[in-house]
């Protein structure tokens, strides 16, 4: 009995197979792998514009509008937060650079006055002078 279970579900099957078409597409169904691509290659594009837009927003946001460009045109590959943290450390060194920076005014000898100046004379005395002290 068993067998015969088996041979009827065996011609079943057939019988089912024999039945079913083969899946033909249609024009509509049709795959078109370059349209698939291109829609692929302007996602990234797409994707790169929002998160150059997005520092740019970050920066206003942070008080660095002024570097948007920098960001974008020199370290697109990092990350948001990466790039603020090097804008803000570039401002830091730009802001060291351009502050007050003393000179050390040492006390001008006599000599050095003199030589300034163009007084030989003066110059020859402030050496003698200090031989004779």
Do not use: C, W
């Not at 033909?24 to 998160?51: C, P």
């Not at 730009?94 to 110059?123: C, R, S, W």
């Amino acid at each position: 009995m068993e067998n015969l279970q088996t041979e009827e579900s065996v011609e079943m099957v057939a019988e089912v197979v024999e039945t079913v078409a083969p899946v033909e597409q249609t024009e509509e169904q049709a795959v078109d792998y370059d349209a698939i691509q291109d829609q692929a290659k302007q996602l990234e594009i797409e994707k790169q514009q929002l998160k150059e837009d997005t520092l740019k927003f970050r920066l206003e946001q942070e008080g660095l509008g002024f570097a948007k460009d920098f960001a974008t045109t020199y370290s697109p590959t990092e990350n948001i937060e990466k790039q603020i943290e090097m804008i803000q450390q570039l401002i830091a060194e730009i802001k060291l650079d351009m502050g007050f920076k003393p000179k050390e005014v040492a006390k001008q000898d006599d000599y050095t006055a003199h030589k300034q100046n163009g007084d030989a004379k003066g110059m020859i005395a402030s050496k003698f002078a200090k031989l004779f002290k």
